[in-house]
């Protein structure tokens, strides 16, 4: 008898066979997720933006009451001067940014990342956007109020200012830290999510927005993987209202802070232009493909609701 070998049967390689066998951590089904989203409840009123210094506000929350952060803070640079720069136009930029100048930053990161360590959940995970040039304070104040950094994502997109003895700037740091690291939320909606993400900016011309604005797409996809269906989301700095918007659309409910009462109109105008839901799909059988789609269909009803505006004037 001949003595039989573990190298003898070899599997047949079947390509992107793991991809197609690949299965949601969780996934809910439409009606799933709304009624999660419709009976949720919370010690405090939610779905609104307070028009507040973010440390102020968050101290009127309590403890553990908070599924995720997000949170895009000023990066310690002149955006004024930097208009010119990224050639926008002034008419649409909503005025009142509050930036933080850089010599202060390391004493800012610290005031705010302490703070929401204490309203976090202990299943809450924290989003951080930052540009490279004050990431230091950032990761410092994490370190100090021990916050566990899971993943530093690099968010590429193909714009940057031109320049004439460095590297273009092409990208943005994305932090995912947690307040516990061995009871963190973490949906696996992908087989390979990788930390480098390549996605485009777009923008809607004749909006007026902030200074700066996060695309849909991204902040839709630290949602989708950090928090479930009627989850509490948190926004300290909620600039544009994207936050806000994506929350509604996809059944989370928001929480947010604006230091910046000009952005009032802006934000409750960009809220109202989504229906709830709108841009949920089932992890379970969404694509990349349809998500663009979805947020493709989403613009261009903002597109005719601002053409309508303008008609109007």
């Known amino acids: 008898m001949k003595a039989t ?8 390689y079947v390509p992107n066979l793991a991809a197609k066998k690949f299965k949601p951590t969780k996934s809910w089904l439409l009606k799933d997720a709304r009624g999660l989203f419709k009976t949720a409840s919370f010690p405090m009123d939610v779905d609104y933006v307070s028009f507040d210094d973010c440390v102020s506000g968050m101290r009127t929350l309590p403890e553990n009451c908070i599924d995720m952060i997000i949170a895009d803070p000023p990066f310690g640079l002149d955006f004024q001067i930097m208009e010119a720069l990224y050639n926008r136009d002034s008419n649409h930029v909503v005025t009142g940014y509050t930036d933080v100048p850089a010599v202060d930053y390391d004493v800012f990161s610290d005031r705010w990342i302490k703070e929401i360590k204490r309203i976090m959940k202990k299943e809450a995970g924290v989003w951080i956007f930052s540009g490279w040039t004050n990431l230091k304070d950032i990761l410092n104040a994490l370190e100090k109020n021990k ?3 899971i993943n530093h994502i690099i968010w590429k997109y193909q714009f940057g200012v031109f320049t ?26 992908e087989h390979y999510p990788e930390d480098v993400w390549d996605i485009k900016r777009k923008y809607h011309h004749g909006m007026r927005k902030n200074a700066t604005k996060l695309p849909i797409n991204v902040v839709m996809r630290c949602i989708d993987f950090g928090s479930k269906p009627g989850d509490l989301i948190l926004d300290p700095f909620m600039g544009n209202g994207t936050t806000a918007m994506v929350c509604k ?26 229906k709830e839901g709108e841009f949920y799909i089932p992890y379970s059988r969404r694509t990349p493909e349809l998500v663009e789609n979805r947020i493709a269909s989403f613009r261009k009803k903002i597109k005719k609701a601002l053409q309508t505006m303008k008609n109007k004037e």
């Open 164 to 189: 004439r003895k460095k590297f273009v700037t092409s990208h943005y740091h994305v932090l995912f830290a947690v307040k516990d690291p061995n009871s963190y939320f973490f949906n696996k909606i």
């Open 5 to 12: 070998s573990s190298r003898q049967k070899k599997r047949k």
């Open 147 to 149: 916050l566990t950094l």
């Open 249 to 274: 659309g996809t059944f989370r409910h928001f929480l947010g802070f604006e230091i910046n009462a000009a952005l009032t109109s802006t934000i409750k105008w960009n809220i109202d232009q989504v």
